[in-house]
């Protein structure tokens, strides 16, 4: 008898900063090849989750577990290399470095210009100006450098946080056709959003985060469709 493990499980997470209690007993899973959705208002805990995940928060207790293994205490540049990368909320691309450059950072562990190579394929955008300053990107080429950058890194599980903020419809439909080709492709895909009604119809699995506290879980279809959630956190 086997069940699918979880390629992703968090038990009991605790995030704070001094005396703010930004995250308090999360606790969630992704199963291989998922796309979850962590959805929630500004200041509900979402970063404070993903930035624990990927080993740049330290949690205050809890424990996270990849692929088996407990990374509650594993640092993000060890996380990469295992092939746990985040997409960080607001880019963080290099501006002033070149759009080649920004995607050399994200592979500087192995030094993969196959990957790199593939990344140029599916953004043909960034291939075309692959030697000018990534600063001269529009908002929406950024967000494609900044999944790019992960993808050099050849990623099991990524999570993003928040790649729709500050774009416009139509590049904000580009960006969730690029995560569901991601997650085609067999990389597990943790979306954090406060585009919720978006996020939730593009995943299988979903949560409500409300201060720092799970208000809502199940499947994704499902909370689209219950009034309560609907109501107290998705806008009428
Ligand atoms: N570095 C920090 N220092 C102090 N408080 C923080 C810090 N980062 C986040 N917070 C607080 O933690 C709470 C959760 O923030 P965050 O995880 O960024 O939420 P979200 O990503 O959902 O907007 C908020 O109250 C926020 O003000
Ligand atoms: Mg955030």
């Known amino acids: 008898m086997s069940t699918t493990e979880p390629i992703l499980k968090v038990e009991d997470l605790v995030v704070t900063y001094g005396r703010v209690e930004a995250v308090r007993k999360v606790s969630f899973e992704a199963l291989p090849g998922s796309l979850i959705t962590l959805v929630g208002a500004n200041g509900a805990g979402k970063s404070s989750i993903i930035n624990a995940v990927s080993g740049i928060v330290r949690p205050k207790s809890g424990r996270i577990t990849f692929e088996g293994r407990d990374i509650t205490r594993t640092q993000a540049h060890t996380l990469v290399g295992e092939g746990l990368v985040q997409v960080p909320e607001g880019r963080q691309i290099l501006g002033t470095l070149t759009i080649h450059e920004n995607l050399q950072l994200g592979g500087w562990h192995t030094n993969d210009a196959a990957a790199i190579q593939a990344v140029y394929e599916r953004?043909?955008?960034?291939?075309?100006?692959?030697?000018?300053p990534a600063g001269a990107l529009s908002g929406g080429e950024q967000q494609m450098l900044a999944i790019g950058r992960a993808l050099v890194a050849r990623p099991t599980l990524i999570l993003l946080d928040?790649?729709?903020?500050?774009?416009?419809?139509k590049?904000?439909?580009?960006?969730?056709?690029?995560?569901?080709?991601?997650?085609?492709?067999?990389?597990?895909?943790?979306?954090?959003?406060?585009?919720?009604?978006?996020?939730?119809?593009?995943a299988d699995h979903g949560y409500v985060l409300a201060s720092g506290e799970i208000a809502h879980e199940g499947r994704a279809a499902d909370l689209l469709a219950d009034e309560r959630v609907v109501q107290a956190y998705l806008g009428v």
């Open 123 to 132: 953004f043909p955008v960034l291939a075309e100006r692959r030697d000018l």
């Open 162 to 169: 928040e790649p729709s903020m500050g774009l416009a419809p």
């Open 171 to 202: 590049i904000v439909d580009e960006v969730f056709r690029v995560i569901e080709e991601i997650r085609t492709s067999g990389t597990t895909v943790v979306l954090v959003e406060q585009n919720a009604r978006r996020a939730l119809r593009a």
